[in-house]
């Protein structure tokens, strides 16, 4: 090979190798600030929302309050249990109490805050059906009541206290009033404040009849969900209503809205004279009954026991129309109505 050939092609090789070199090193330089840059974060605010910035109603979801038409209507009551649990059944016909201590066996601080906390805790009202002709179980919260508690579930003998609530629609009054009279049978009303308001006269022709018209509260509220203040405010305020419609002192019988409250509440109410009137038996009667007027009739037929609280809503007109074969069945059974004001307590 010619010496000027040589020279050539070692140039050309040496060229290549440079040129080879030279596109590595750019490439790794360009993976070296790729890495740097992957791991160096974004400026914040580049990667997040301004905290300047307020935000949108949406994205704080604030918590509803109950509107006041979901308060205003009578409520579905909590489902019964109709397991018969744990509880040993009982023939008490009363508890008593006003001042809740508290079940926790802590000491100090912390047993003071668990109190607190369990004085507040929203409890429901139910009770666990038992076979025809017993009393049935009621919930472990009754076992906490303290001795002035002043609360009634259950009375004793051959005894059926009617309690009528009407919280909700009035339904016929008339034909109400009529069953009761025409078979001289006494029933006790809880009747929301904004009813009695509407219905004057109905409540005056109830008390003329003897029958007890007792506390409901104005709103029908949930008074797990109001201050201690706006409970008295809703309690005073209709012993108010009822003596400005009646001429007449309420007597001191109470009906938590929903069957809802707490130990607090409880303690509260008593300490305010009332008596808490709890049922044994109550009935789907917030809802249309598939088959009439034969369901209330055999709810209560089927559930009758001695001292039987029975909860019955005025807004169901099947109840009012199985009214008046329900007084002469119950009569019939053996059993004859009663006031509250019979109960016997300790």
């Known amino acids: ?63 509803k309050e109950p509107s006041a038409a979901a ?3 009578e409520p579905a009551p909590v489902p019964l249990k109709e397991t018969a649990g744990t509880q040993q059944e009982s023939n008490q ?54 001795d002035n508690m002043k609360a009634l579930w259950v009375g004793t003998g051959k005894k059926v206290y009617l309690t009528i609530d009407t919280g909700g629609p009035l339904g016929d009054m008339d034909l109400l009033v009529k069953s009761l009279k025409d078979n001289d049978a006494k029933a006790n009303f809880f009747i929301a404040g904004y009813n009695v308001k509407k219905a004057p006269e109905f409540v005056k022709t109830l008390v003329k009849d003897g029958h007890l018209v007792a506390n409901h509260t104005m709103t029908h509220t949930d008074m797990n969900l109001q201050t201690d203040e706006q409970v008295k405010k809703e309690i005073e ?51 249309p009954r598939k088959n009439g007027a034969e369901d209330p009739y055999n709810d209560i037929m089927n559930n009758l026991h001695d001292g039987n609280i029975i909860l019955m809503h005025q807004g169901s007109p099947e109840n009012i129309e199985a009214l008046d074969r329900i007084i002469k069945g119950v009569r019939q059974a053996g059993y004859e109505f009663a006031l509250l004001t019979d109960i016997q307590t300790p």
């Not at 066996?105 to 805790?121: C, E, F, L, V």
């Not at 002192?249 to 305010?272: A, E, T």
């Open 71 to 73: 308060n205003a209507a």
């Open 237 to 287: 305020d209709y012993e108010k209503l009822y003596k400005e419609v009646t001429g007449k002192d309420i007597q001191p019988y109470f009906r938590f809205p929903y069957g809802r409250y707490n130990m607090h509440l409880l303690s509260l109410v008593s300490d305010m004279g009332y008596k808490s009137v709890f049922w044994s038996t109550a009935m789907k009667d917030w809802e």
């Open 93 to 146: 016909a009363t508890a008593t109490g006003s001042t809740y201590k508290g079940a926790s066996p802590a000491t100090g601080k912390s047993a003071g805050q668990a109190n607190i906390a369990n004085d507040r805790k929203a409890v429901s009202w139910y009770y666990m059906k038992q076979p025809k002709g017993k009393v049935p179980n009621f919930p472990n919260e009754t076992k906490l009541y303290t």
């Open 1 to 63: 090979m010619k010496p000027t050939t040589l020279t050539r092609n070692i140039g050309l090789i040496a060229f290549a190798l440079c040129l080879s070199a030279l596109t590595a090193c750019s490439e790794a330089a360009q993976t070296s600030g790729a890495a740097k840059e992957a791991q160096s974060p974004l400026p914040v605010e580049t990667k997040a929302q301004d905290a300047s910035k307020p935000m949108k109603p949406e994205e704080s979801s604030p918590a």
